[in-house]
Structure formats: C-alpha cells, structure tokens
C-alpha cells in the first residue's frame, strides 16, 4: 500500500532471522534507505526471506494536525489546530480574538474526550487490584467508562496577572472542548425540595435562602450531605462539625443538588415495636420479682 503520510523512507529496517548456531546474536538486521516511490538500486536488489520482519520508521517530529474547539463568548468561536505541543487555554483564546463583554468567565470549563485506550489499561489495573478484596463486590460493573470529562477551570486566575503558562492554564490536548458562557442570573435547585425550581441569583444570600425559595427540604432530604455544581464543573459539599452544618457559598449558574435518604430496610413497624417494648417490661418485672425472692 505504499508509504504513510510522515514515513521516513530513509530509515527502513529489516530483522532476520539466525540460524548459523550462534547463541550471542539474536538476528541479523539491515538498514536500508529509499525515496519516496521507493526507488533506489540497492532496494531493488534486496531479497525478502521468510519471517523477515519489515520496520518503516516515522520522520522525526512528525506530528499529525491536532484540533481543539472554542465556543460561547468568544470574538471568533470554532476549530482551531494547535500549534505547540505546550499550547495552552489562553492561547487559544488569543486565537479566538478574546472575550466578548457578555462573557461569564468564573463558569467556562474545558469538555475533554477520554482516552479508550489508556482507560481501558486503567479500568483492568482497577478491577484487578480491587478483586483481592473481598469487600469490594463486583467492580467491574461499578467501573463506568464516560466519553468525555467536564474540567472545571479559573479562567480569571489565566487571565489574570502572572495567569499566563501558570499551573491554571491547562496545556490542551486533541479534541478539547473549551466553552464561555454568557453571564448567569439563576441558581438551579433539584432533588429533595418541596418544588425544584429556578431561583434568581441574588449576590450574598446563603445556601439556604435558595432552598427556602424552592419550597425547603422534603422530609426524605438528606441534609448533611446536600452539594452544589458550579458553572464551571467544579463541586463542593457540606461541611458538618458536631452539630454545625456549613454550606458551600452559591455562584451565578450554579445547581443545587440534595440527596434522598437512604431507605432503611426491615425497618420496625409500630406494632412490632409496641411488641417489642411490652416484652422488655415484662422481662423487667420477671426479673425483679426472682431477685426479690
């Protein structure tokens, strides 16, 4: 089928099998060279033998074009083919023509495609460090493989002063995902409230408003541990320290997320617990009657 796009045709090898004996050499190899057609006098002299095995090398620093996409609030939003291996979020938004004056920057994030291969060696390695113990119960299933990951990002902190190459500005990678939304003026509550609903962001009101907002908690709500989603992707939950419970401050876009209680199973009706508590007195009052005796 002929070469490949970024086939270094001077840099074919050819690995053959020994068999005079010898048991320091594993096999002969020889270099060869050709122009691209595959042309050259010595090429064509050259004969295959069986089990030889042919290598055609890559020329150094070939890189196939890599492409990255920005939407949203940006001047000019699309494709854009990477052009440094360290190329990062803010030069792709410099290639963008920057951010309109509607952008909301504390809620982009960057959407990244995940890699079937290295996930595959990472799920195996998982399930198999997971099943020598014996609480674990079946990983693999529990193992969710997901096509793509939402990477929650500062771009304030990027674009901000000494933001630039920083440890916030992400070095992209094939197929990244890089959106701006426009800015947000509500907060999203769902789960076990009264009335999940849309509640308008108000700057400096607590968690709790925006649950009293939606109805307050429904007497399956598991309180403690109620989260919020940012804009952005990024996650936090309550914090509880004895009897204090501390809630995440709440953001433009952000959801609000609280959590059912788990069903407590074989629970006691009301008559095995009548039942129950009669048997104790009873026995209480066996007891004593023999210890007085």
Do not use: C, W
């Not at 010595?42 to 150094?60: A, E, G, M, N, Q």
């Not at 960057?110 to 020598?132: C, G, M, P, V, Y």
Request: net charge neutral; proline share 2%.
């Amino acid at each position: 089928g002929g070469l490949k796009d970024g086939a270094d045709a001077s840099m074919i090898d050819v690995s053959r099998r020994l068999k005079d004996g010898s048991f320091e050499t594993v096999s002969e190899n020889f270099d060869l060279s050709a122009s691209k057609n595959l042309g050259t006098d010595h090429l064509d002299d050259f004969v295959l033998k069986p089990f030889d095995i042919v290598s055609v090398r890559y020329l150094k620093g070939y890189t196939e074009q890599k492409r990255v996409t920005i939407t949203g609030e940006v001047n000019f939003e699309g494709e854009y083919s990477i052009g440094q291996k360290n190329q990062r979020i803010s030069d792709l938004i410099e290639q963008a023509g920057g951010l309109t004056k509607y952008a909301y920057e504390e809620g982009a994030f960057l959407t990244r495609k995940n890699n079937e291969e290295e996930d595959e060696k990472q799920s195996d390695f998982i399930a198999d460090f997971a099943q020598r113990d014996s609480l674990s119960g079946n990983v693999e299933q529990r193992i969710k493989k997901k096509k793509d990951f939402k990477i929650g990002i500062e771009l304030q902190k990027i674009l901000g002063s000494g933001g630039k190459d920083s440890k916030y500005d992400i070095i992209l990678e094939e197929g990244d995902e890089l959106f701006i939304p426009s800015e947000r003026q509500t907060v999203k509550v769902e789960g076990e409230v009264l009335s999940p609903s849309l509640v308008r962001y108000e700057k400096g009101k607590s968690f709790k408003h925006y649950i009293e907002n939606s109805g307050g908690f429904s007497e399956s709500a598991k309180k403690s541990r109620a989260y919020i989603v940012y804009a952005n992707g990024d996650i936090k939950t309550t914090k509880k320290f004895l009897f204090f419970k501390s809630y995440p401050d709440v953001k433009p876009g952000a959801v609000i997320l609280v959590p059912k209680k788990p069903e407590v199973k074989n629970k006691a009706t009301t008559q095995q617990v009548i039942a129950i508590t009669t048997g104790l007195a009873t026995l209480g009052v066996l007891v004593k009657t023999l210890t007085e005796k």
